[in-house]
DNA sequence: AGGGGATATGTGACCGTTCACAATCCTGGC
DNA sequence: GCCAGGATTGTGAACGGTCACATATCCCCT
């Protein structure tokens, strides 16, 4: 047990402290430079050049004042530290969701650079996109010191990124933008609509009349992955049919995927993602459809599992570490006013053919 | 473009730093209280007052003050607010890894019970059970303010919290332990032994004559589950077979798999998570063989994808979301000092009868 | 012997906020 | 018309560090 601080430590008084149970004001003054200071016979400032590494110490004061940290069990105070100096190494991640592949795969990848360059990350979950949430979870995030990353990918996500007041450095990683995003904007984005147009090519040329599309909501007005879908078709001479709205998980794909099953003509889906491809197969079987001979199904993101789903999910590849690496360097650079900002998309996502999608063959 | 705090602003001298291309050093003096209050016409204490809902304060000079903090887009700086408080509203989550479903639930659970409390979360990622690793990720987290959550599900998880140095209010959710942990112990786990019995017996019921485990990596010497599994095993009479150590993902499952499925006696497997209970079926159905027909396989944690699979997978609910709640909450307690804290189990893990097992058919 | 420059160490101020403790202003009761 | 006491507001001192700027101390060189 450690000691409650008291100045003047008096067993009456701490007694009578715990016979009436009040709040336990336990202030437990933390050990401070100060304190090590005057252990190890020098002055705070010395301490100070230690535990940053200033090499104007001698070696002998060195070790005297990290015996004396190691005896006290000193630990810096980080948010004096960044008080005092002004500094800023530490970043809050605002993101409506922590568990769905795409955003977790983010922010690992956010989280994986921030370490590397000695950045605390803090987590400001959306609950929703409803105002108040919004605003709350981006005042927990926007501290006057430290800096934001929001994952974008959503609506919710998308006005918590207009709501970051001026002045707060921050960078996104957003959905494909409709046209070029100006420069200045911190944004990164992996582009898909090219993959989308290449993944619906492919199963167009296994000889599908056309191809369904079970969309991920979207923030755009014309999501660039919808985008793609209805190029490919269009230049392949058919009528895009309605895309199918979704939302993220199996559950959502699972019901998109029942009404799909019902029309008979359809024997090609491209899938937002590798979650709502789940849920369609599922429904297909189901619906007594098999995959591929039935019906073919193209997921999104490569999320780990897909490749030992049976079928093994054929899916377009999304490098969502990279892009969270990459997000954090944005706002790396922000921060240093090294490189001016530019917005851009990063990686190229790359279709993997594994097998839940076969040729046509005709009912 | 914001004032960039010189003292007595030089226009000149400014431009010459611009010019300089220099480090810019942009140490652009945030808005304080002090300037809200110089704007409000009142004193910084009145400022304090109102951004802190103390009820001391006239109407009038309330919506002052508010206008001036519009006005002036004044933040509160949370590491001044920290410090000066000594108020300690922060916690470090301490955990190997983010994308993991049971590591992902149960971090989702302590963000939403930190956030219910106004707690602000960060997470501190262990990028391996080395010791250096270990060491740099708590230094992280045990910041002199602010307290402690580890996710202790596997080796490293373990090996942190064991190096959270006294005096850091610190809770972790951990395996289920070996024998009952003592009183001050501030642990929450989900009890799984009995879960890994009943599911165990389950198949054992379906007539199957053993049952097989594909485990997780376990910190315990003799995991719980591995032995509920096998106390199933005694008491049915049959002698237990190897368990097969695995990691934590499909691939892992899916090595293990295929070694399983040389074996024609193997007729029902138990996995530690619904990743590698995916691997495993994956594997079984490369060697031809079929889920449930020829092999019965029941997982683990209850995915959101699990029921989703083709055959749906019988599993064991674990509610991770609820054990990150919990996990706060012991926290919490422990930082108010109010409960004095003790250790327990978290919910009742129920075993979901889907499609992946069935009764055993002899070959 | 007297600089001069690197090496070591100490002192005072300040970062933006809260806390403890006045000080002032009001208002109703007598 | 005066006073107790609540409502309001202000002042000085922390909180635990860092920064800027002395101040020693040491060693080498002329």
Redesign the interface.
Known sequence: M?VTGHTSPSPAESTSEQAAGG??R???R??SIRDVAKAAGVSYQTVSRVINGNSYVRDSTRDRVQAAIAEL????????R??AS?ENR?L?VVTSN??L?GY??T??GI??AA?AAAF??????L?SSDDGHVRAAV??A?????SVIVIAFDHAGTLALQAI???VPVAAAVETPETAPQAGQPWVWIDDGEAARSATRYLLELGHPTVHYVAIPSTTHTSRRTAGWRAALTAAGVTAPEPVGAGW???A??QAGRTLARDPAVSAILCGND?LA??V??AM?EAGRSIPESVSVVGFDNA??S????P?LTTVRMDFVELGRACFALLHSEIE?AAPIVPHPVGRPELIVRESAGSFHHA
């Open positions: 450690s709040p336990s336990q202030r437990t933390a050990v069990g000193f630990r810096p105070n980080s948010a004096a960044a008080l002004g530490s809050t922590t568990t592949y977790a795969a922010l690992q989280e994986e370490r605390s990350v803090g987590i400001s979950v609950e005042d927990r926007a501290d006057s010191s430290g007041p001026d002045g998980d199996a559950l794909g699972y979650d789940l849920g197969i599922r079987h780990p599992q490749a030992f789903y049976t093994a006013g």
